[in-house]
């Protein structure tokens, strides 16, 4: 069974090389003639891991192509998803399977509603990696993915996953690990954009991130998430020492005056805490904070 991956970003370049290395037929969807011929060019995907770099030269098609897609790796920006979906629609398989690789919340309900007849897998990922060229992925931090859609019933395609190295684990809880990791993203991430600053230097932000942490676990316990404060605090503060040395994602596109996945972390935490009617200041604040730095550089603020 073919994995087509729609999006060549670090994720979707670091899913593609180690299912290629493992022997998995790999396509790769690029959006058009002209990004499909830049590829062509660099020959592959490359993966460097440390001091050893490979490329595999994995097949590519535009998304006008006319294969059938019964596995479709979704690895685009949180903002993308629903259109990039959309505009394979047309070649899903009646059983199709989409396997959801997001930032934050929000986007994968809206595929799954634009797509009612696929099966949407959510993947909830620790994996560090990041572009250091177009279709060259260096492998910054190994970690676990959680995937689910609310069922037991796991796909017999894992154990492909374990044969590329590619670290799994079915839960039928996917929302609780989509809700945990939105907390962290949203007590690390704005942080570093503001303070200009890789995830290391938060260690001496731990007042803020304290109050951060107090907010967004009684957010998620509005949500059926139970962890106490201390707990999601202690679990930032062990992401900042693993990813000391890392520039956030949003970091990065901030520094790169791309559009950020704002809307899908803080944007949805505190659209939710309204919902609720849960009154929290901190991460309100925030949120406008981030938003007008985003302005100041001429970003998105949504």
Not at 49 to 54: P, V
Not at 185 to 196: E, M
Not at 239 to 249: D, G, K, L, P, R
Request: aromatic residues 6%; contains cysteine.
């Amino acid at each position: 069974m073919t994995w087509h991956i729609l999006g060549a970003g670090s994720l979707g370049c670091l899913w593609a090389a180690r299912l290629a290395r493992a022997g998995e037929p790999v396509l790769l969807l690029l959006r058009d003639r002209q990004r499909l011929a830049q590829y062509r060019a660099s020959t592959g995907v490359g993966l460097r891991e440390g001091d050893n770099f490979s490329r595999f030269p994995i097949a590519a098609d535009t998304l006008d192509g006319n294969q059938p897609i019964q596995r479709l790796l979704l690895a685009c920006k949180a903002y993308d998803a629903e259109e990039a979906a959309a505009s394979v629609a047309p070649r899903l398989a009646p059983t199709a399977e989409i396997l959801l690789l997001q930032n934050g919340l929000g986007s994968q309900q809206a595929v799954a509603e634009r797509l009612p007849r696929a099966r949407c897998i959510a993947v909830s990922s620790t994996e560090g990696a990041y572009l250091e060229a177009p279709f060259s992925v260096v492998w910054a931090g190994r970690g676990q993915n959680w995937l689910g859609d609310g069922s037991e019933q796991a796909p017999a395609w894992l154990a492909a996953l374990d044969k590329a190295e590619i670290p799994q684990q079915w839960t039928t809880q996917i929302d609780a690990r989509l809700w945990k990791k939105l907390a962290l993203n949203c007590a690390i991430n704005p942080l570093t954009v503001l303070h200009q600053c890789r995830n290391g230097l938060l260690a001496e932000q731990q007042e803020t991130l304290a109050t951060l942490c107090s907010e967004l676990a009684a957010l998620l316990s509005r949500n059926q998430v139970r962890i106490s404060a201390d707990e999601l605090l202690n679990e930032v503060l062990q992401v900042i020492n693993a990813t000391a040395a890392n520039y956030s994602s949003m970091y990065q596109d901030v520094q790169q005056n791309r559009r950020t996945e704002i809307a899908y972390l803080l944007g949805y935490a505190v659209q939710n805490a309204r919902a609720h009617h849960l009154h929290c200041p901190a991460f309100e604040q925030l949120h406008q904070q981030l938003q007008n730095a985003l302005a100041q550089r001429g970003l998105p603020t949504d």
